[in-house]
């Protein structure tokens, strides 16, 4: 499978240069994240299926078709959607060693982040006024805690997004740094589809 | 083959002395070291949790311990020996045996393999801090709703339990991840899936359980410390709101049970070394011990609600889940025909490790007939929550999981070390426990088929109950004495032991063509090309392959350089978790500490 | 290097003595296991249908287990003892499997499991059939004691179930607080108790006699204490049981200690968890009315006589670890008045 770096380890007496070697060609740390993103399914996937067993189950409202926006939500969800296109644009600037581009589609997609969160801390306060708390019923514990859960990790990528943004300041994301960028798309991507399951479920589908 | 080195010197140019140089190691094989330590510790501790509940329960009506104590005695035992004793010791052969075995020269990610261990550390300190606080864990291990809500349990018990499980569930993560990526990124050139030693085989397995059954009771831990601790309770078991218990038993033993698995997997793998090495053969059925392991894996998800047939699932619930649970008997047995199989013609060798690998399968299949003997739910419904269940998971904890890794222990002693351990004191390790392990967990069987149920802090005069604790006792007792045994055997042979060859028993697999032993740290100085299973036992003849790894030069091999971030990342975290049942003063600057640890570590280049 | 050593014999010599004394043990259960005298809680000596239909499931699966056990650990010690490294001996053959013997491995168990898969759907859903029962109770799980209700018959009684000989009883499991589990051996497997849940559950006692039962659900600080017992009546001795549990109780002598009693319950904390019919209406304590019928108190840990009765209401905490009733600091002539009072409630 890795036919030329087996040649090379026969017959060279050192091998400075196999410290890169890996089995599948592929980076490291890109397959540590896709395990990462594996995991990250079955949490999502039991807080999604927690929500869904008490869902329907509640002895007091706010009930969630009494208080759920959708037309609010479906614009936070359309602005999750377009970073996600703002992501890959970051992602190809890098690639064509573009680094302006790389910065301008960052800055972009973080401030598209943070938009989505801006709008879900309104809908949490929103709720609160409504009369729907952690502790009003089952629907209050149970989309909090999931979307809180979901915002949170929007908030980690925009943190990571920032990050990214600033090292191309410093040097240390230049030309050539595509994984840098990669695996954060992955990130934010994953949190981008997992929020329209979410979506899908909570919202639409009550 | 003969190089008798028992600490070679080699030219990694990283301190290898002090304190420091342990606190900033990055090299696999001496967090292994670190893990395997810190396990045992723990191991002694669980034990000693052990022998007060054996004299607690030596009579009718004792007062060793009281009720409050001997409750959190049985939850800390069974959480320290599974979280913090077996598998960080499974976690401990990982990191010192994957690598070597694949042909690499460490992980993938040396520092976030450095991170996990001091996390378990600190989790596993954290834990066990709540007994010098007095509320220690007392809700059992799986600590069912309702009991674990704040009405039921008002004291920080509980916290200490679901914090210190989330810090550790953080460890446990880390490591999978990276074992994942190691074994599929890392492998020797030539070195495909089907040429995998089973060990390794079988890590790969585990960490995936890991990484698909941590996150949800990540999850229900979550949602009880929720309920507990937020300023603004949820409801996720308050009965009163509409919360259910049962959810949380469900979202447990989906986790649960694969973790059962992620406990036996390792050990199995162990086995499946030990065994082939000591009978001069290749292992029975290679493919078929591979892909049943990989079939018990995946039936690991199916079964979880065996631990609920008394729940009232109804009649179909109950046989899907009695039937899954038959099915896993059969990859078992393939397994353990095998093994069987693997020494039939053999010329086996009778040395410690073998006799540890022996007595593993014999004392595995007692554990696996109990097993089968309540996969029947109605059997179940009289033998649930009863002694009969103790002796189950003793049989298949201690005489499996913890049998397996002490084969291991004795089998990889001398790559670690240089040395072999004692013989004659392995012999006396051996059939003391043995004979203990046997006279403390079968009469457990008979208290629990007459009717003695689990976690009781005593039992009534006249039930019949006293002759079978008490053997249970002499033999936890007795099980001690040979613990101590090996402890001693242990320490003695690091100095004292006999110097081994860098290929100690003939083995096959890659970890015994290192240099030295202990490997260099850059374990291979060339990385080895591999064309076969068993690689180092065909290198001779027409169509051998000699396997070269270099020598003990390791001028221009690049190793990543130590880093204490990874700690103070560690620790961090810890102080900023414990933030949540002390809260933002220890919360704060945890959580600072935490993410400019994570900043450094992220920045600094990393060889 | 140490290939050569032998185990050790004295070591062996145990492992011997050790198999002895195993098998003693395992004879002493086996004999034992016909006299629910020996050992009271046994489930192994089944009273009941639907705990016989369970037994004859695990004796089935015994059968099984007790020749895969005998088989496989022979195959093992044979092989290791033949096939062991020794002088002279022959060299190992390698050999890498064989998929006639996999085939025949896979299969051997699955026509096993088979035989013990039947039997096993056969009585769960024998078991799970849903029955409205001759008579019905409603069992409530308590931190740490038992609620026995007989729904329309109007008596509640607590840790001593009254049942009469050869009548199907269906029981409603519940629980106030955290899960138990209901369980007595002689007549059925275990049942969970789970708050905001409902559970079923019906045998049919088949002789008469007291049966020992316990929580099997760990439910905290005196989970080990909680007891109850299963009486076992022939109809009319149940039914005159019955009765008495109706019947009123007359008022205490005025000038009597236990009128005296009767007035220190009425002041005290007592009537705050307990229930006496038109006297005090509690229900976190067990009900009281006829506290003086129960053969125990305390959830089956202590004789019900004068001397555990005052102890307990002296300091209940002291007994009974966790006990939510707490320590009463009442004059040693008050409580002998409170004893006096309860002795009345027959």
């Known amino acids: ?206 | 083959m003969a190089t008798t080195v028992a600490a070679a010197p080699t030219h990694a140019t990283h301190a290898h002395t002090g304190l420091w140089s342990w606190i900033t190691t990055v090299d696999h094989k001496r967090i292994a070291i670190l893990y395997f330590f810190t396990a045992l510790g723990f191991f002694f501790v669980g034990g000693f949790e052990a022998l007060l509940i054996r004299l607690q329960l030596s009579h009718a009506g004792a007062t060793v311990v009281s009720a409050q104590m001997y409750n959190s005695l049985f939850t800390m035992h069974a959480t320290t020996m599974i979280f913090l004793a077996l598998m960080p010791m499974s976690v401990a052969f990982f990191n010192y045996i994957i690598p070597l075995q694949i042909g690499a020269r460490d992980v993938a990610f040396p520092r976030l393999n450095a991170f996990s261990y001091w996390v378990f550390l600190f989790g596993g300190i954290f834990m066990n801090i709540s007994f010098l606080m007095n509320v220690a864990p007392d809700g059992g291990w799986y600590g069912y709703a309702t009991l674990t809500g704040k009405a039921y349990s008002p004291t920080h018990s509980i916290d200490f339990w679901a914090v210190g499980l989330q810090i550790l569930g953080v460890a446990s993560l880390a490591g999978a991840f990276n074992f994942i990526t190691t074994i599929i990124n890392l492998r020797a050139p030539g070195l495909g899936f089907m040429r995998l030693p089973v060990f390794t085989w079988m890590t790969l397995v585990t960490s995936f359980l890991i990484i698909l059954a941590f996150p949800v009771i990540t999850v229900a831990l979550v949602e009880l410390m929720f309920d507990r601790l937020s300023p603004v309770p949820t409801n996720f078991f308050n009965v009163a709101k509409g919360g259910d218990p049962l959810l949380w038993q469900h979202l447990f033993w989906v986790f649960g049970h694969p973790e059962v698995y992620i406990l036996i997997l390792p050990a199995m793998g162990v086995i499946s070394e030990i065994l082939p090495t000591f009978s001069g053969k290749p292992l029975f059925g290679y493919a078929f011990i591979v892909y049943s392991g990989i079939f018990i894996g995946f039936m690991g998800w199916g079964v979880w609600s065996h631990h609920m047939f008394t729940v009232g699932l109804g009649p179909l619930g109950d046989t899907f889940f009695a039937l899954a649970t038959m099915l896993i008997a059969i990859p078992t047995g393939v397994k353990i025909f095998n093994w069987i199989g693997t020494m039939w013609g053999g010329s086996i060798r009778l040395v410690t490790p073998m006799w540890f690998a022996i007595g593993f399968i014999s004392m595995f299949i007692i554990g696996g007939l109990s097993g089968i003997m309540h996969s029947s739910p109605p059997a179940d419904t009289q033998q649930n929550d009863t002694y009969f269940v103790v002796a189950h998971i003793h049989y298949v904890l201690f005489g499996g999981t913890m049998l397996g890794l002490i084969a291991g222990i004795y089998y990889w002693f001398p790559k670690v070390t240089g040395r072999y351990m004692n013989e004659t004191l392995g012999q006396w390790h051996f059939w003391l426990t043995m004979i203990s392990m046997n006279l403390t967990f079968f009469p457990m069987h008979f208290s629990g088929l007459l009717g003695m149920p689990r976690r009781v802090y005593t039992y009534q005069k006249g039930m019949g109950f006293e002759l079978y604790n008490q053997m249970s006792t002499a033999g936890a007792l007795l099980l001690a004495v040979s613990l101590l045994i090996f402890l001693h055997n242990l320490i003695r042979s690091i100095r004292k032991g006999e110097v081994a060859p860098t290929n100690a028993w003939n083995g096959a697999t890659l970890e015994w063509a290192t240099a030295t032993s202990p490997p260099p740290e850059f374990n291979f100085q060339k990385l080895p090309t591999v064309k076969t299973l068993d690689p180092l036992w065909h290198q001779e003849g027409p169509k051998g392959h000699k396997i070269d790894v270099g020598g003990t030069d390791g001028h221009g091999i690049h190793m990543p350089n130590p880093s204490y971030w990874p700690m103070f990342a560690a620790f961090g975290m810890t102080v900023m978790m414990a933030g949540l049942i002390f809260g933002l003063t220890l919360g704060v600057p945890g959580g600072l500490l935490f993410v400019y640890s994570t900043y450094r570590w992220a920045l600094e280049p990393a060889s | 290097m140490a290939d050569s050593k032998r185990p050790s014999f004295p070591l062996a010599l145990i492992a011997f003595v050790l198999l002895a004394v195993l098998a003693f043990a395992a004879g002493d259960a086996a004999t034992g296991w016909a006299q629910s005298s020996t050992y009271p809680q046994t489930t192994l000596e089944p009273r009941s249908e639907v705990a016989r239909a369970i037994d004859d499931v695990l004796d089935g699966i015994v059968l099984w287990v007790i020749v895969i056990f005998v088989v496989v650990q022979a195959a093992l010690v044979l092989t290791v003892a033949r096939f062991r490294q020794r002088p002279g001996g022959a060299p190992a053959r390698h050999m890498h499997g064989n998929t006639t013997l996999e085939i025949a491995w896979t299969l051997a168990p699955a026509i096993i499991l088979a035989f013990i898969a039947v039997p096993t759907v056969k009585v769960i859903f024998d078991n799970a059939k849903p029955t409205k029962g001759d008579i019905q109770v409603r069992v409530i799980g308590h931190q740490w004691w038992w609620e026995f209700q007989y729904p329309g018959k109007g008596v509640i009684t607590a840790n001593e179930l009254h049942l009469p000989v050869g009548k199907t009883v269906s029981f409603e499991l519940e629980s106030v607080d955290v899960i138990h589990s209901f369980w007595v051996p002689a007549f059925a497997g275990k049942k969970d108790l789970i708050p905001g849940r409902t559970n079923h559950l019906w045998f049919t006692p088949e002789v008469t006699g007291t049966f020992p039962g316990q929580c099997a659900e760990f439910c905290g600080a005196s989970h080990a204490n909680m007891y109850f017992k299963v009486v076992v009546q022939p109809q009319e001795e149940f039914d005159a049981w019955l009765a008495q549990q109706k019947a009123p109780v007359a008022p205490p002598d005025s000038a009597s200690l236990a009128a005296r009693g009767l007035a220190i319950y009425q002041k005290g904390q007592c009537v705050a968890c307990h229930m006496i019919d038109g006297v005090s209406y509690g229900v976190v304590g067990p009900n009281l009315g006829k506290v003086s019928t129960r053969a125990t108190i305390a959830a089956g840990m202590f004789p019900n006589d004068d001397e555990n009765l005052t102890a307990w209401i002296r300091n209940a905490p002291a007994l009974k670890p966790g006990s939510l009733m707490t320590r009463q600091d009442m004059s040693d002539e008050d409580v002998a008045a409170l004893v006096a009072y309860l002795r009345t409630r027959r």
């Open chain 1, 1 to 206: 499978m890795s036919e030329p770096i087996a040649a090379a380890a026969g017959s060279a007496p050192v091998v400075h240069d196999d410290h890169h070697y890996t089995s599948t060609g592929q980076s490291s740390r890109k397959i540590l994240f896709w395990t990462f993103i594996g995991s990250e399914c079955m949490l999502f996937g039991s807080l999604i299926a927690t929500y869904l067993i008490y869902r329907g189950r509640d002895k007091v409202g706010p009930h969630p078709h009494e208080i759920l926006n959708i037309p609010l939500t479906s614009v936070s969800a359309f602005v999750l959607l377009m970073s996600s296109l703002t992501m890959v644009l970051a992602l190809a600037g890098i690639q064509r060693g573009d680094i302006g581009k790389t910065r301008l589609w960052l800055a972009a997609t973080a401030i598209l982040g943070m938009m989505f969160v801006g709008f879900q801390i309104y809908e949490f306060n929103h709720f609160v006024h409504e009369g729907l708390t952690l502790s009003t019923n089952l629907f209050g514990s149970t989309f909090f805690v999931l979307t809180g859960f979901h915002g949170a990790h929007v908030t980690v990528g925009v943190l990571w997004l920032w990050t990214l943004f600033f090292l191309t300041f410093t040097g240390r994301i230049k030309a050539g740094n595509d994984l840098d960028v990669e695996i954060c798309g992955l990130y934010w991507h994953f949190v981008d589809v997992v929020w329209i399951a979410i979506f899908t479920l909570i919202y639409l589908l009550q």
